[in-house]
């Protein structure tokens, strides 16, 4: 158990629609970070954020956006869903913001259908 | 840019076996550190070692052992006496101090052990 907590587990929902997925960080950790990992390409960066900042940003679409709330718990939200968005979400923290272990949460799956 | 790159798509050997998984790796930048994860068919990342650019010692935890070699840029990882539950999908990844300051994955090594 990483102590990365993320939600939900499992997600399907049609094309056209928003869904919302949720990560609360390790306990202590300051950033947390979001990738993707699909078939096609890879585990990729999506975004980071430290103590409720945007620091990086990846290959994230301008569909998506995210969040990281005063209590450091973090917010993807995915709108306007394609059948090319079905993925897993990962959702990790880290203590710092150099070069610090990351530890990865167990996923959100997206299936759009 | 930075790039990791792990050649083996994928491995197949038999339960005792050792066997290494290469990465290579690609960065300007003289401050950079080294992962290896572990994602086994439940799905989940698993965090396995970290390495700092200035800390070329090898590390040996248990059965698993890491050669990280900086005049090849490479960053090795051995399994000894491989087992069963070792099946997994193995990822190098590299986190730089220059522009990026992402973790950047190779494309993963499937490794399957056979009883």
């Known amino acids: 158990d990483s102590g990365v907590t993320q939600t939900p587990k499992h997600l399907i929902t049609a094309t056209g629609q928003r869904v919302t997925l949720r990560c609360s960080p390790r306990?202590?950790?300051?950033?947390v970070y979001w990738y993707q990992q699909s078939l096609d390409q890879g585990l990729q960066f999506l975004i980071q954020?430290?103590?409720?900042?945007?620091?990086a940003k990846g290959n994230i679409l301008e569909r998506f956006s995210a969040q990281q709330f005063p209590d450091l718990h973090s917010e993807l939200n995915l709108s306007s869903l394609e059948l090319g968005d079905s993925a897993l979400y990962f959702c990790a923290s880290s203590l710092g913001n150099s070069g610090n272990t990351i530890y990865f949460g167990e996923g959100s799956w997206l299936t759009v259908v | 840019a930075q790039k990791v790159t792990q050649a083996q798509t994928e491995i197949s050997v038999v339960e005792k076996e050792d066997v290494t998984l290469d990465c290579v790796y690609e960065?300007?930048?003289?401050?950079?550190?080294l992962f290896w994860y572990k994602q086994p068919p439940s799905g989940e990342l698993v965090f396995l070692i970290r390495r700092n650019s200035f800390d070329e010692q090898n590390e040996i935890s248990g059965r698993y052992s890491w050669n990280f070699q900086k005049s090849t840029s490479s960053f090795n990882f051995t399994i000894t006496a491989s087992q069963v539950v070792d099946s997994a999908v193995y990822f190098c990844a590299l986190w730089t101090s220059g522009s990026a300051r992402q973790l950047t994955f190779g494309s993963g090594t499937q490794l399957t052990v056979l009883p």
């Open positions: 960065t300007r930048d003289t401050t950079y550190y």
């Open positions: 306990s202590g950790d300051l950033s």
């Open positions: 954020y430290y103590n409720g900042e945007e620091r």
